[in-house]
């Protein structure tokens, strides 16, 4: 089960830069956004990085190579959705055999996991799910 790209990068957005639990992610990408992004940037945001913009964050994950953030272990695993075609292509093997037979999504996790269990004609007891969004 995946979550919606757009979820996942504003969930991302808000996690890392926005209201982030530490400032390493603003420091570490933040300035750098910042830098390259924001052509009159003060000293302070060049330095902290903690007050990129949205609109800045998305150019820079959208000029960025995309395998630069397909490694979860470097604390940007959030953002492989955005190499979509890549993701798609991964579900194939070399020689064209099909690894995945179903994607379902976070977004109608209760629907599609009763599909996939009556597909697979299996019983399965599910936790309650309370659905999560990124929606104001």
Not at 65 to 74: D, E
Not at 97 to 118: H, P, S
Request: charged residues 25%.
């Amino acid at each position: 089960f995946v979550r919606h790209p757009f979820d996942r990068v504003l969930s991302a957005f808000r996690n890392k830069l926005e209201n982030p639990f530490t400032d390493e992610f603003q420091r570490r990408y933040g300035t750098k956004i910042v830098t390259k992004y924001r052509p009159y940037a003060s000293d302070k945001s060049k330095k902290l990085g903690d007050d990129v913009s949205f609109t800045e964050f998305i150019h820079y994950l959208t000029e960025e190579n995309p395998n630069k953030f397909n490694n979860p272990g470097n604390g940007t695993g959030t953002y492989v959705s955005l190499a979509h075609s890549r993701f798609l292509n991964r579900m194939y093997t070399l020689n064209n055999q099909r690894l995945v037979d179903f994607i379902g999504t976070a977004e109608n996790y209760q629907k599609e996991a009763e599909l996939l269990v009556r597909t697979l004609n299996i019983t399965v007891t599910f936790p309650e799910h309370e659905a999560k969004t990124t929606a104001e």
